[in-house]
């Protein structure tokens, strides 16, 4: 019996070990290959790369809260403001990279420009990954910069970008096709550009050789070509015609990204009524951008700008706001695309013109606040769409404000400070109405007088501190006046009233201009253009830039020949709040009332129609 228990013992011995030794057989490194298999798949961890990426952000709001993620860890977070700015940070990380909106609310809306990647530019707009922009009348996308609700925009994994394939010497990337030039050289240029038309041609050249050579087509793309030339880099447009016009966003070399706004040399731009000047990405006529030399920067230009830096727990934000531009252009060259809204049907409250325009873009539409002509009354009306050009297709609603049959010239924005949005308009002097829902033509509330006054043209502005009202008041004086209250007492309390501009007209709209950090002024002259003041306070003095900032003498026109006039408008705003910033007065979109030369009868008989003018 001991026996063979003894044996039974040793049998299973025996089986255990044969058993140990074929699996370590099996999973021991059998060669050279095998090793380096095995070391490369568990690195120690100091040997990981750190990568740094940069979010380039902003909030309509200026209380939207974004974070980032990668292999779904969160390595950064922050409030963002109204204006686009840096926010960045390090991680060692591995996996997707992810850029979060999280706090969605009334009148909150992210914009994600593009992010890098230890200096290798993703644009948000070429990302297929997007579940917060509102598309399809619902919460999720994909190529587009804007987060309307709670979610995201994925930018591929943190070791590379989004699916990228090569073949035959081209590449196509998402969100654009990028065209390589064979070569094989030390220097990686990418041009990302488009035309205006889609037949306009380029060249890149380093040193004064071309390295790369392309026809455009209408949406932003990428173009690259890799060369062991020095010297100087340009881009070069060589075939202008009518109807053509080329952008270039930007430039990369070997993934350091320099934008085609921040360089000095720009034969190729259409200011001072004449080809050539700097800091645009447009060339208008045969010309070209100089982005310096191909080992070092181009020439960045900044002016009144500030750049905050913090670290703390292994975290780098970077926040710029109020650079990056030149103070506006006295004489710009204006475009005029086709018109973008029209009058009403026969019978309508706005059959004879549409005119006074105020507009903001909130919840992934734009919303038009105007005046409406008939016979009989100035009337305000509403209407939204996704674009500027889909308003011509849009619903005009006329406004219930218990305001009686005169109530016109609106303006409108989000008072942050007091949570609700605000129309300012002129009925029974400086009036106004609030809502909670920019987008419900219902929810305003009955007209309320903010104060007494025999003018026209109401327009207010915060600096956060306190409330500035101007106008043009009916007198013959031909002037601009101003009153202020504090943010606390607004829409009350306001203060005794003074002048701050002689021998002008009317429909003064005041603007923070982010490029420099002034305040300009933008006022109709009784000819029928704008007027451009500035000054470094709202409470300060204004003196006058230009006489002729925008006008019929200098614009052309990307559709039919609507207009003779730059008559009453309102600048598209990066945000909606009572700041009423800009980001560039240089590069801006300006909509306006206008009408062809004409002989219409008196002034409630000419028949407006709006349309927006831009100077880049």
Same mark, same amino acid.
């Given at each position: 019996?001991?026996?063979?228990?003894?044996?039974?013992?040793?049998?299973?011995?025996?089986?255990?070990?044969?058993?140990?030794?074929?699996?370590?057989?099996?999973?021991?490194?059998?060669?050279?290959?095998?090793?380096?298999?095995?070391?490369?798949?568990?690195?120690?961890?100091?040997?990981?790369?750190?990568?740094?990426?940069?979010?380039?952000?902003?909030?309509?709001?200026?209380?939207?809260?974004? *974070?980032?993620?990668?292999?779904?860890?969160?390595?950064?977070?922050?409030?963002?403001?109204?204006?686009?700015?840096?926010?960045?940070?390090?991680?060692?990380?591995?996996?997707?990279?992810?850029? *979060?909106?999280?706090?969605?609310?009334?009148?909150?809306?992210?914009?994600?420009?593009?992010?890098?990647?230890?200096?290798?530019?993703?644009?948000?707009?070429?990302?297929?990954?997007?579940?917060?922009?509102?598309?399809?009348?619902?919460?999720?996308?994909?190529?587009?910069?804007?987060?309307?609700?709670?979610?995201?925009?994925?930018?591929?994994?943190?070791?590379?970008?989004?699916?990228?394939?090569?073949?035959?010497?081209?590449?196509?990337?998402?969100?654009?096709?990028?065209?390589?030039?064979?070569?094989?050289?030390?220097?990686?240029?990418?041009?990302?550009?488009?035309?205006?038309?889609?037949?306009?041609?380029?060249?890149?050249?380093?040193?004064?050789?071309?390295?790369?050579?392309?026809?455009?087509?209408?949406?932003?793309?990428?173009?690259?070509?890799?060369?062991?030339?020095?010297?100087?880099?340009?881009?070069?447009?060589?075939?202008?015609?009518?109807?053509?016009?080329?952008?270039?966003?930007?430039?990369?070399?070997?993934?350091?990204?320099?934008?085609?706004?921040?360089?000095?040399?720009?034969?190729?731009?259409?200011?001072?009524?004449?080809?050539?000047?700097?800091?645009?990405?447009?060339?208008?006529?045969?010309?070209?951008?100089?982005?310096?030399?191909?080992?070092?920067?181009?020439?960045?230009?900044?002016?009144?700008?500030?750049?905050?830096?913090?670290?703390? #727990?292994?975290?780098?934000?970077?926040?710029?706001?109020?650079?990056?531009?030149?103070?506006?252009?006295?004489?710009?060259?204006?475009?005029?695309?086709?018109?973008?809204?029209?009058?009403?049907?026969?019978?309508?409250?706005?059959?004879?013109?549409?005119?006074?325009?105020?507009?903001?873009?909130?919840?992934?539409?734009?919303?038009?606040?105007?005046?409406?002509?008939?016979?009989?009354?100035?009337?305000?009306? *509403?209407?939204?769409?996704?674009?500027?050009?889909?308003?011509?297709?849009?619903?005009?609603?006329?406004?219930?404000?218990?305001?009686?049959?005169?109530?016109?010239?609106?303006?409108?924005?989000?008072?942050?400070?007091? #949570?609700?949005?605000?129309?300012?308009?002129?009925?029974?002097?400086?009036?106004?109405?609030?809502?909670?829902?920019?987008?419900?033509?219902?929810?305003?509330?009955?007209?309320?007088?903010?104060?007494?006054?025999?003018?026209?043209?109401?327009?207010?502005?915060?600096?956060?501190?306190?409330?500035?009202?101007?106008?043009?008041?009916?007198?013959?004086?031909?002037?601009?006046?101003?009153?202020?209250?504090?943010?606390?007492?607004?829409?009350?309390?306001?203060?005794?009233?003074?002048?701050?501009?002689?021998?002008?007209?009317?429909?003064?709209?005041?603007?923070?201009?982010?490029?420099?950090?002034?305040?300009?002024?933008?006022?109709?002259?009784?000819?029928?253009?704008?007027?451009?003041?500035?000054?470094?306070?709202?409470?300060?003095?204004?003196?006058?830039?230009?006489?002729?900032?925008?006008?019929?003498?200098?614009?052309?026109?990307?559709?039919?020949?609507?207009?003779?006039?730059?008559?009453?408008?309102?600048?598209?705003?990066?945000?909606?709040?009572?700041?009423?910033?800009?980001?560039?007065?240089?590069?801006?979109?300006?909509?306006?009332?206008?009408?062809?030369?004409?002989?219409?009868?008196?002034?409630?008989?000419?028949?407006?129609?709006? #349309?927006?003018?831009?100077?880049?």
């Amino acid at each position: 019996m001991n026996f063979k228990r003894l044996m039974i013992f040793l049998g299973a011995v025996i089986l255990v070990t044969v058993l140990a030794l074929s699996w370590g057989c099996q999973n021991q490194p059998t060669g050279p290959g095998d090793i380096t298999k095995m070391e490369a798949s568990t690195p120690p961890a100091s040997s990981k790369t750190r990568a740094s990426i940069v979010v380039r952000a902003r909030g309509t709001n200026g209380s939207e809260h974004i *974070y980032l993620t990668v292999g779904g860890n969160q390595i950064g977070s922050w409030t963002l403001s109204t204006s686009m700015s840096n926010y960045s940070a390090s991680t060692n990380n591995t996996g997707g990279v992810n850029v *979060y909106f999280d706090n969605d609310g009334t009148n909150r809306d992210v914009q994600i420009d593009y992010i890098t990647v230890d200096g290798s530019t993703r644009q948000a707009e070429d990302q297929s990954t997007n579940t917060g922009v509102w598309q399809n009348s619902q919460c999720g996308g994909s190529n587009s910069e804007w987060l309307h609700c709670n979610g995201y925009i994925g930018f591929g994994d943190v070791s590379g970008g989004g699916t990228t394939t090569t073949s035959g010497g081209s590449t196509t990337t998402s969100g654009g096709t990028t065209t390589t030039t064979s070569g094989g050289g030390s220097n990686t240029i990418v041009v990302r550009a488009r035309g205006t038309n889609g037949s306009e041609h380029i060249n890149l050249t380093v040193g004064g050789s071309t390295v790369g050579s392309w026809t455009l087509s209408t949406s932003m793309s990428n173009y690259s070509a890799s060369t062991n030339n020095t010297g100087g880099i340009n881009v070069v447009f060589d075939n202008d015609g009518t109807n053509r016009d080329v952008q270039i966003d930007y430039i990369t070399v070997n993934g350091s990204t320099r934008q085609a706004e921040n360089q000095s040399t720009n034969t190729g731009v259409w200011q001072n009524s004449q080809c050539g000047g700097s800091n645009s990405e447009w060339l208008h006529c045969n010309g070209y951008i100089g982005f310096g030399d191909v080992s070092g920067g181009g020439t960045t230009t900044t002016s009144g700008g500030s750049t905050t830096t913090t670290t703390s #727990g292994g975290t780098t934000t970077t926040t710029t706001s109020g650079g990056g531009g030149s103070s506006p252009n006295p004489t710009p060259s204006w475009r005029a695309d086709a018109r973008c809204f029209q009058d009403g049907p026969s019978g309508s409250f706005d059959d004879i013109a549409v005119k006074d325009p105020s507009i903001v873009y909130s919840g992934g539409k734009y919303h038009l606040f105007y005046t409406g002509r008939d016979n009989n009354s100035w009337r305000m009306g *509403y209407a939204s769409a996704s674009s500027i050009s889909g308003l011509s297709s849009s619903s005009h609603t006329l406004l219930s404000l218990n305001a009686g049959s005169y109530f016109c010239a609106p303006q409108v924005f989000y008072f942050a400070a007091k #949570g609700r949005w605000y129309l300012i308009f002129q009925s029974n002097g400086a009036c106004y109405s609030t809502n909670s829902d920019v987008g419900n033509p219902n929810g305003w509330s009955s007209s309320q007088q903010m104060f007494a006054a025999d003018g026209v043209d109401f327009w207010c502005i915060s600096d956060g501190s306190n409330v500035y009202c101007f106008w043009s008041p009916q007198d013959g004086s031909n002037t601009i006046k101003r009153r202020s209250t504090s943010v606390a007492n607004f829409p009350g309390g306001w203060g005794s009233t003074s002048t701050v501009c002689n021998s002008t007209f009317e429909a003064a709209c005041v603007y923070k201009n982010n490029a420099d950090g002034k305040y300009y002024m933008l006022v109709e002259d009784m000819s029928r253009h704008y007027e451009l003041w500035s000054a470094t306070s709202l409470g300060g003095n204004f003196t006058k830039v230009s006489e002729d900032w925008a006008t019929a003498s200098r614009l052309s026109y990307n559709a039919d020949h609507w207009t003779d006039q730059v008559s009453h408008g309102e600048v598209i705003r990066s945000g909606t709040n009572e700041y009423l910033e800009v980001n560039d007065l240089n590069r801006c979109e300006f909509l306006i009332q206008g009408v062809p030369s004409g002989n219409y009868g008196e002034y409630w008989q000419i028949p407006y129609d709006l #349309g927006v003018i831009r100077n880049y």
